[in-house]
């Protein structure tokens, strides 16, 4: 991903101070440009039209000051002449104060494809409070359950098949029967803290190889709070050449065994993909970065959008049957 711009100040002699609810900040544009961010701008947009209109400031807002609700009236009809999704998605995203919480992002995939790159950025731009893999739910379970008792947590996710015995070795393919035995263990783990941050105002994102949409509970995956993504790398070349970027940046036993367990994982690759369309979960191709966070923005704002909108239609109808009694 190319680097954001330099930020550069036109109007350093202007000050403009916006008065919100309960709040007098001084405007800031590297804040504009975060909360654009937030709504699935590329970078470049969003500097740009922070850029624009903030040299216009000083023209429109002479007195230096303004209130909040004005502020963002003028927001978003710049942005209504540029996109009326980003203007929408701005609207709804200022309609109240935490309409977004909570909000539970699931993000699996296998290791290599840039899965953690992507939840990072992702965290970033929503402001997300919590970030969490699913191997470290499965490092924690590994330490306080034998090896006897569940040895499907205590080898890799891409080799658990050497734990088979009997009649699970008759079943299908053994590299995904093992696969599935770790991360149904692991599952038991995610649906607890998906459960407990459900609980909570907070934006959190949960990402990992062990997220597998058939294995968790309806109750959870069709929660509208629940956003569930997938990723995938079908180019199976660029996919090993990033584990490899990866064992040369960060060398250790675990880079090198998953270049060697790298046939395993593209199994199971394709085995994410096919339960993710059987669940009809997006499945986002990661080959370019810049296009695959767009991807997941825009659709993590389509699920926004069908939890916020209807309050918003029915906050229109409490007040429109207010005004007829009146």
Known sequence: MSPPPTITNRTDDFQLIIHSKNH????????????????????????????????????????????????????????IAVSPQWASRFQLFNLEENALNPLIILIGGTPGIGKSTLANLVARRLKATNLLGTDILREILRGIISTSLMPALHFSSFESSQFLSGHLLTRQNPIIVGYEQQATKVMVAIETVISHQLQRPDISIIEGVHLIPTLISPELLNNPRVIFLMLSLDNEQKHLSRLKRRARNHPSRKSERLIELFDN???????????????NIPVIDCENTELAIECLMNEIWEKIILQIKPKEDNLEQNNATTEELK
């Open 24 to 79: 007098i900040i001084p405007f800031s544009r590297g804040f504009l440009v975060d909360s654009l961010l937030s709504l699935g701008m590329t970078y470049e947009h969003a500097f740009s039209f922070a850029g624009t209109i903030s040299d216009e400031f000083p023209y429109v807002f002479s007195s230096g000051v303004v209130s909040g609700e004005e502020f963002q009236d003028y927001i978003s009809q710049h942005l």
């Open 265 to 279: 994982i593209r199994v199971i690759n394709s085995y994410l993909i096919e339960k993710a369309n059987e669940a």
